[in-house]
């Protein structure tokens, strides 16, 4: 019996940061899609279909808030897990994270336990 | 004595005979009565201890019988506790592994840190660039809110920043080597850290840095980097940090400086070119 490999949109401005967490979730069961800003994240969402999704919130073009509300609306979309990556913990950003629809957030820097938990606790089932 | 008395002890007689044969009778029937609870009892005991058994060997059976029962509930009860000792000692197993699988795992998360690190600054010749992740390296793998990147200027003999984030225009100021904190540690070539709470606290109210990394290659000093906050949620440096800067405090020296030296390259081949033109275009005949 075997699984499935869970696909994650991975959406920052940073190759810093994108092959950061290419290189800490290699090896557990994914594969993944990129986008550099909110427009794109957008689109990548609608064509590949993601798991989930990992968003940045500061990003040219669109934020990741304005990115969120967009997938959030969107009714084939909105049941795709959205986790917000922030370096941002105070609570007017948590009331923007919430008001966004995000369903859950990480704060940088990222610590790779931390990350598979949420991630492990949002993916759905995979056969 | 008168016929009324003889009537009254013909009756009085009459009557302690009658109550005597009925006290009599009951007396018969509980004989015979407790006889039959012996005989049922007698029976029952037969039944239980064979025939022909006594009361007291019925009883030694059932001594017997309770000391066989006692003795496998002890070795039962011997094993419940082995059983428990050795799930006690599974279960301080799996926290030990448990323990080790985090500090594995923070390892890894390390290793990932200075190999993304590594890559990235020696992935670009372009100056600005190598700043540019330089900056994204100690805000998301570090945690840094304010930081600034000074470049030495061997002309000026100043160190000028290049980048900032976070920071005021006193902590931009250019910095001369060996004056004020950033120019003290820019002289002695070694990093300077605030760990305790207190002291990043006095420093942060000084507007003195936190962390202060020299940028060298070898002896030669390229640049120096200055942390003045961590974000709210981390909650200090840790190992990976100190091993992130010590990687900063060499590779982004030689990306910054290759990327210079790149780029004077560039500039002084492309005056060659134009010359090298101009020498191709014949003069126009008189």
């Not at chain 1, 948590?94 to 938990?117: H, Q, T, Y």
């Not at chain 2, 840095?209 to 961590?230: E, F, S, Y």
Request: charged share 30%; net charge negative; proline share 3%.
């Amino acid at each position: 019996m075997g699984s499935a490999k869970a696909k994650i949109l991975l959406v920052d401005d940073t190759e810093t940061i994108l092959l950061f967490l290419k290189t800490i979730l290699t090896g557990h069961r994914f594969e993944f899609a990129t986008a550099r800003n909110g427009v794109e994240a957008i689109a990548a969402a609608r064509s590949e279909r993601p798991d989930l999704i990992l968003l940045d919130v500061i990003m040219p073009v669109m934020d990741g808030f304005e990115a969120c509300r967009v997938i959030k609306g969107d009714p084939e979309l909105k049941a795709t897990p959205v986790i917000v990556v922030t370096t941002r913990s105070e609570a007017e950003n948590m009331d923007r994270v919430r008001a966004a629809g995000a369903d859950d957030v990480i704060f940088k820097p990222i610590r790779k336990l931390e990350l598979l938990d949420k991630i492990n606790r949002w993916l759905p089932r995979r056969d | 004595m008168t016929a009324d008395d003889g009537d009254r002890r013909e009756e009085f007689l009459s009557r302690f005979f009658e109550e005597g044969k009925n006290f009599t009778k009951r007396l018969l029937e509980e004989n015979a009565a407790l006889r039959e609870a012996i005989a049922r009892l007698q029976a029952e005991v037969a039944a239980g201890s064979g025939v022909g058994e006594t009361p007291s060997d019925a009883g030694e059976k059932l001594r017997e019988r309770y000391t066989r029962l006692m003795g496998v509930y002890n070795e039962l009860r011997g094993k419940y506790e082995k059983l428990e000792r050795d799930l006690n000692a599974i279960k301080t197993e799996n926290v030990d592994f448990a323990q080790k699988y985090v500090e594995i795992e923070d390892q890894n998360t390390a290793l990932a840190n200075l190999y993304v690190a590594s890559f990235q600054l020696h992935s670009t010749l372009n100056f600005a660039e190598v700043v540019r992740i330089v900056v994204e390296i100690v805000i998301n793998l570090i945690g840094a809110e304010q930081l600034a990147v000074f470049v030495f200027d061997e002309e000026t003999e100043r160190l000028s920043c290049v980048a900032y984030e976070g920071v005021g225009e006193e902590q931009r100021r250019p910095v001369v080597i060996g004056e004020g904190l950033t120019g003290k540690v820019a002289a002695l070539g070694e990093s300077y850290y605030v760990t305790d709470d207190a002291g990043q606290r006095d420093a942060e109210a000084k507007g003195q840095p936190i962390a202060c990394i020299p940028l060298k290659i070898k002896d030669r000093l390229i640049g120096i980097m200055t942390v003045h906050r961590l974000f709210r949620q981390k909650e200090g440096f840790t190992t990976v940090d100190f091993q992130l800067f010590d990687l900063l405090a060499g590779h982004a020296a030689t990306a910054l400086y290759s990327s210079k030296l790149y780029a004077l390259s560039e500039r002084k081949l492309a005056t060659a070119r134009s010359f090298l033109d101009l020498l191709k275009i014949k003069p126009a005949r008189p």
